[in-house]
Protein backbone atom coordinates (compact mmCIF):
# COMPACT_ATOMS: atom_id res chain seq x y z
CA UNK A 1 0.00 0.00 0.00
CA UNK A 2 1.17 3.43 -0.72
CA UNK A 3 1.49 6.04 1.87
CA UNK A 4 -0.15 9.18 0.92
CA UNK A 5 3.31 10.98 1.10
CA UNK A 6 3.97 9.33 -1.78
CA UNK A 7 3.97 10.00 -5.50
CA UNK A 8 3.11 6.94 -8.13
CA UNK A 9 5.05 7.38 -10.95
CA UNK A 10 3.19 9.23 -13.86
CA UNK A 11 1.94 6.30 -16.69
CA UNK A 12 4.06 7.15 -19.82
CA UNK A 13 2.62 6.75 -22.96
CA UNK A 14 4.00 5.30 -25.51
CA UNK A 15 3.50 7.87 -27.91
CA UNK A 16 4.05 10.61 -24.88
CA UNK A 17 7.00 12.43 -26.99
CA UNK A 18 5.06 13.36 -29.62
CA UNK A 19 2.31 14.96 -26.83
CA UNK A 20 2.17 18.56 -26.33
CA UNK A 21 4.35 19.20 -23.64
CA UNK A 22 2.29 20.23 -20.74
CA UNK A 23 0.16 16.76 -21.28
CA UNK A 24 -0.40 14.84 -18.66
CA UNK A 25 0.96 11.85 -20.18
CA UNK A 26 4.67 13.30 -20.38
CA UNK A 27 7.47 13.95 -17.47
CA UNK A 28 7.07 17.69 -17.11
CA UNK A 29 9.73 19.73 -15.75
CA UNK A 30 7.92 21.65 -13.48
CA UNK A 31 6.26 18.81 -11.24
CA UNK A 32 9.22 16.75 -11.18
CA UNK A 33 11.58 20.01 -10.41
CA UNK A 34 9.22 20.67 -6.86
CA UNK A 35 8.76 17.16 -6.01
CA UNK A 36 12.58 16.53 -6.01
CA UNK A 37 13.37 19.51 -4.21
CA UNK A 38 10.53 19.10 -1.52
CA UNK A 39 11.11 15.58 -1.34
CA UNK A 40 14.94 16.24 -0.64
CA UNK A 41 14.17 19.82 1.61
CA UNK A 42 11.81 17.60 3.74
CA UNK A 43 14.33 14.36 4.31
CA UNK A 44 17.02 16.79 4.90
CA UNK A 45 14.17 19.20 7.51
CA UNK A 46 13.68 15.68 8.95
CA UNK A 47 17.19 14.42 9.75
CA UNK A 48 18.98 17.64 11.09
CA UNK A 49 15.76 18.76 13.23
CA UNK A 50 17.71 18.13 16.22
CA UNK A 51 20.25 20.38 15.47
CA UNK A 52 18.21 23.42 15.42
CA UNK A 53 19.11 24.31 11.64
CA UNK A 54 17.49 24.41 8.90
CA UNK A 55 17.55 23.47 5.71
CA UNK A 56 18.30 27.13 4.43
CA UNK A 57 20.14 28.35 7.22
CA UNK A 58 22.37 24.96 6.30
CA UNK A 59 22.66 26.66 2.49
CA UNK A 60 23.03 30.38 4.01
CA UNK A 61 25.85 28.16 6.14
CA UNK A 62 27.61 26.80 3.52
CA UNK A 63 27.79 29.52 1.14
CA UNK A 64 29.54 31.87 2.98
CA UNK A 65 32.13 29.43 4.26
CA UNK A 66 32.99 28.38 0.69
CA UNK A 67 33.05 31.99 -0.07
CA UNK A 68 35.43 34.80 0.06
CA UNK A 69 36.76 34.86 4.02
CA UNK A 70 35.88 38.56 3.67
CA UNK A 71 32.21 37.77 3.37
CA UNK A 72 29.21 38.22 1.04
CA UNK A 73 26.76 40.88 0.75
CA UNK A 74 22.81 39.94 1.07
CA UNK A 75 22.51 40.38 -2.44
CA UNK A 76 25.06 38.53 -3.07
CA UNK A 77 24.02 35.74 -0.91
CA UNK A 78 20.64 35.79 -2.23
CA UNK A 79 21.76 35.28 -5.93
CA UNK A 80 24.55 31.75 -4.85
CA UNK A 81 21.58 30.46 -2.68
CA UNK A 82 18.78 31.03 -5.79
CA UNK A 83 16.25 32.77 -3.04
CA UNK A 84 14.33 35.51 -2.31
CA UNK A 85 15.90 39.25 -0.72
CA UNK A 86 13.01 39.45 1.39
CA UNK A 87 13.62 35.35 3.17
CA UNK A 88 17.33 35.69 3.01
CA UNK A 89 16.79 38.91 5.70
CA UNK A 90 14.72 37.03 7.69
CA UNK A 91 17.04 34.21 7.37
CA UNK A 92 20.14 36.31 8.64
CA UNK A 93 18.27 38.33 10.99
CA UNK A 94 17.84 34.82 13.22
CA UNK A 95 21.13 33.87 12.30
CA UNK A 96 22.72 36.71 13.44
CA UNK A 97 20.64 36.44 16.94
CA UNK A 98 21.91 33.03 17.30
CA UNK A 99 25.52 34.34 17.12
CA UNK A 100 26.40 32.08 13.53
CA UNK A 101 26.97 35.01 11.44
CA UNK A 102 27.84 38.70 11.74
CA UNK A 103 26.49 41.60 9.41
CA UNK A 104 29.47 44.42 9.71
CA UNK A 105 28.84 47.65 7.32
CA UNK A 106 30.30 47.07 3.85
CA UNK A 107 34.10 49.21 3.85
CA UNK A 108 32.21 50.49 0.06
CA UNK A 109 28.58 50.68 -0.32
CA UNK A 110 27.22 51.88 2.92
CA UNK A 111 23.83 50.70 1.88
CA UNK A 112 25.31 47.15 1.98
CA UNK A 113 26.64 44.96 4.98
CA UNK A 114 29.36 42.45 4.87
CA UNK A 115 28.32 39.12 6.35
CA UNK A 116 30.92 36.79 7.92
CA UNK A 117 29.74 33.07 9.26
CA UNK A 118 30.92 33.19 12.78
CA UNK A 119 32.92 30.18 14.40
CA UNK A 120 29.38 29.01 16.54
CA UNK A 121 28.38 29.10 12.65
CA UNK A 122 31.07 27.14 11.18
CA UNK A 123 30.48 24.67 14.12
CA UNK A 124 26.32 24.60 13.10
CA UNK A 125 27.94 23.80 9.76
CA UNK A 126 30.24 20.90 10.23
CA UNK A 127 27.13 19.09 12.42
CA UNK A 128 24.99 19.22 9.46
CA UNK A 129 27.44 18.83 6.95
CA UNK A 130 27.69 14.99 7.38
CA UNK A 131 24.09 14.67 7.14
CA UNK A 132 23.79 16.16 3.86
CA UNK A 133 26.55 14.50 2.42
CA UNK A 134 24.70 11.14 3.58
CA UNK A 135 21.23 12.20 2.34
CA UNK A 136 23.22 13.24 -1.05
CA UNK A 137 24.60 10.03 -1.99
CA UNK A 138 21.45 8.40 -0.65
CA UNK A 139 19.51 9.85 -3.07
CA UNK A 140 21.48 10.01 -5.93
CA UNK A 141 21.80 5.92 -5.65
CA UNK A 142 18.60 6.18 -7.29
CA UNK A 143 20.96 6.86 -10.74
CA UNK A 144 22.88 4.26 -12.24
CA UNK A 145 27.14 5.09 -10.86
CA UNK A 146 27.59 5.62 -14.27
CA UNK A 147 25.00 8.21 -15.25
CA UNK A 148 25.33 10.35 -12.12
CA UNK A 149 27.86 13.26 -12.53
CA UNK A 150 26.04 13.65 -16.36
CA UNK A 151 23.31 14.08 -14.87
CA UNK A 152 24.17 16.90 -12.34
CA UNK A 153 25.94 18.05 -14.96
CA UNK A 154 22.42 18.50 -17.02
CA UNK A 155 20.59 19.16 -13.88
CA UNK A 156 23.18 22.10 -13.91
CA UNK A 157 22.81 23.13 -17.67
CA UNK A 158 19.00 23.20 -16.45
CA UNK A 159 19.48 25.39 -13.26
CA UNK A 160 21.40 27.68 -15.28
CA UNK A 161 18.39 27.65 -17.74
CA UNK A 162 15.70 28.22 -15.73
CA UNK A 163 17.94 31.26 -13.78
CA UNK A 164 18.52 32.80 -17.16
CA UNK A 165 14.78 32.45 -18.17
CA UNK A 166 14.02 34.30 -14.68
CA UNK A 167 16.61 36.73 -15.30
CA UNK A 168 15.50 37.57 -19.15
CA UNK A 169 11.45 37.44 -18.10
CA UNK A 170 10.01 41.02 -17.37
CA UNK A 171 9.03 42.67 -14.30
CA UNK A 172 5.44 42.29 -13.01
CA UNK A 173 4.10 45.65 -12.89
CA UNK A 174 2.40 46.79 -10.04
Known amino acids: M??????????????????????PVRRRLPPLLRRSWYGLNQAFRRRIAHTGVTPDQFTALRTLLE???SGL???????????DPNTVASLLERMEQAGWITRQPHETDRRAYRIRILPVGVRQFETCRDIAVELQAEV???LDP?????????????????????????RAQR
Open 2 to 23: RRPTEHPAPAIAPDAPNAPIDS
Open 67 to 69: ADP
Open 73 to 83: TQRELTVLMSS
Open 140 to 142: LTA
Open 146 to 170: AVRELFLTQLDLVAAACRKAADDSP
